[in-house]
């Protein structure tokens, strides 16, 4: 009787349409869900009682606007947060400062993307290798999912009821990710088929002083697609304070300038500036602990056609 149940199964298994495993099954072709790299934005939290020094110092720095501070429960489960988006010309943030316990899985997503068709663009993430981390769920404009990549890589994507309308950003910033080479390579296939994205860039043996490793060549891959820039570093993760704490690389005409009205606005230099080819860079602290790159020009680099 076992062996005919193994016969049996094996039938159906080599007639089946779907017998490919999943682990090795391309995805469909799925449609671009991104609305351009205005909506996406850092999730910057930060304690409530350094909420309001935090927004006033990122705008000093880079120019903006914010929106209306409000409070609100903005998690599937019960709590309470401030919160407040800062458009800049050189990104945006969602800036929550938690008045309760932080719900889990918050706090450790990178950034959200505004899309096009929630549930829809979920689906085709989880087709491309993405995880859930919690059901779809609605918040007070919109609804929400959080997801994760290979690699540990979380963020959040979202829908709002009312369409918004943001103004274009003069320099669209880098959501800047670290990986081993244990992960790197499934989750850049698995982003740029989400993302439709292109690959303008993968240096495999760019200066490692880049991410506080000088002497040691690590690969850089930069890439682009309808949410915005990426970068990608992949090295051997013994990485200096502060790199992997940083999140986004925000890009500035004159980096010198901007690090002078950072200062004065109370924004700690952890890495004074660098240059790696034709790009200047340094590390900043702003009030309430988030630590982001600032730089202008670009790095040299292995373009990709």
């Known amino acids: 009787m076992k062996r005919l149940a193994f016969l049996f199964a094996t039938a159906v298994i ?5 017998a490919v495993p999943a682990a090795i099954a391309k995805p469909a072709a799925t449609a671009d869900y991104a609305v351009g790299a205005q909506y996406d934005t850092t999730h910057v939290y930060v304690p409530q009682d350094q909420f309001d020094t935090f927004v006033a110092s990122f705008v000093a720095t880079f120019g903006g606007t914010t929106s209306k501070q409000g409070e609100f429960q903005v998690t599937p489960t019960k709590s309470l947060t401030k919160s407040q988006l800062v458009l800049t010309p ?25 899309v ?40 959040q994507l979202y829908w709002h009821t009312a369409k918004p309308s943001y103004t274009a950003l003069e320099t669209v910033p880098e959501n800047r990710i670290y990986l081993t080479v244990d992960a790197a390579d499934t989750f850049i ?29 690590i690969r850089r891959v930069a ?17 200096p304070w502060p790199y992997g704490r940083d999140m986004t690389g925000y ?41 982001a790159e600032i730089h202008s020009g670009e790095v040299n680099a292995n373009e990709v056609n």
């Open 90 to 114: 050189a990104g945006t943030v969602s800036v929550f400062g938690f008045k309760t316990p932080i719900p889990y899985p918050f706090g450790d997503e990178r950034t959200g993307y505004l």
């Open 223 to 239: 890439i682009t697609s309808g949410y915005g820039k990426m970068v990608v570093y992949v090295s051997d993760g013994q990485l």
């Open 251 to 291: 890009a500035v005409n004159d980096l010198n300038a901007t690090l002078a009205k950072a200062s004065a606005a109370g924004v700690e230099t952890l890495v004074a500036p660098y240059t790696t080819g034709k790009r200047q860079a340094a590390m900043v602290r702003f009030p309430g602990g988030y630590i």
């Open 116 to 155: 096009t068709d929630l549930d829809a663009a979920v689906k085709s993430a989880v087709s491309y290798g993405a995880v859930r981390r919690l059901e779809t769920f609605p918040d007070p404009i919109g609804r929400d999912s959080v997801i994760q990549w290979p690699g540990g890589v979380n963020m």
């Open 14 to 18: 080599a007639a089946s349409p779907i």
């Open 189 to 217: 296939k698995s982003w740029t088929g989400f993302a439709h994205a292109k690959i303008t860039a993968d240096d495999k043996a760019a200066n490692g002083a880049e991410i506080g490793e000088p002497g040691k060549a």
